[in-house]
């Protein structure tokens, strides 16, 4: 039996396929990453009432809450910008984007994603470095870890990353279907919506 060479029809819906594949597990990821940020806000918030309340009931504060609301806040940037790369809410200035055509604005989204994933390895290694730079000291409370906090940075590199993959992913798709299928003039006294 001979088996034969998908062709790149077949092999161009099989790697559609796998993307999407991959951009729904994103999506997953994305979802337990809004609720982690979810919680972490709650925490933070819980903690810092907490903390207020106990200043008049004792006669002493606890030194290690306001600095675990300090690292979640550091999580909570760090995963939130992930989470924001992937809905398309981080600062953008569209008059470039909006002077090109389809295929030339996916091209631009395409080369904005690469630039983000550059910024997601820069993260990821320095993170990585910083980490190992406070290894094994601790807070000034003599509570946490400051590794842990500083985890924070690695941890937002990689979730950028991959997010940013899953953008670029969709720029790609979308290039390719504006090239199969390009957009017609509409003829004339056709209503366009506008």
């Known amino acids: 039996m001979t088996m034969t060479q998908p062709g790149p029809a077949q092999s161009h819906g099989a790697l559609r396929r796998a993307f999407i594949a991959y951009d729904r597990t994103m999506g997953g990821l994305d979802l337990l990453c809004r609720w ?23 006669p002493f504060p606890f030194p290690w809450i306001e600095e675990a ?32 055509g389809p295929q030339a604005q996916f091209v631009l989204i395409f080369i904005q994603n690469i630039i983000v994933i550059f910024f997601g390895l820069f993260l990821v290694k320095y993170g990585y470095r910083f980490v190992m730079l406070g290894w094994g000291q601790t807070s000034p409370s003599s509570y946490f870890l400051v590794s842990y906090a500083r985890m924070a940075m690695p941890v937002g590199g990689v979730l950028i990353i991959l997010q940013a993959l899953v953008m670029g992913g969709r720029a790609l798709c979308g290039l390719a279907d504006a090239r199969r299928n390009p957009p017609h003039p509409p003829a004339g006294g056709q209503i366009v919506d506008v």
């Open 36 to 58: 982690a940020i979810g919680l972490a806000l709650g925490g933070a918030f819980l903690l810092l009432v907490f903390q207020v309340l106990v200043r008049y009931v004792l």
């Open 69 to 100: 609301a300090v690292y979640l806040c550091g999580y909570i940037a760090m995963i939130g910008a992930a989470v924001c790369l992937r809905q398309g809410f981080h600062l953008q200035v569209d008059l470039l984007q909006d002077a090109l």
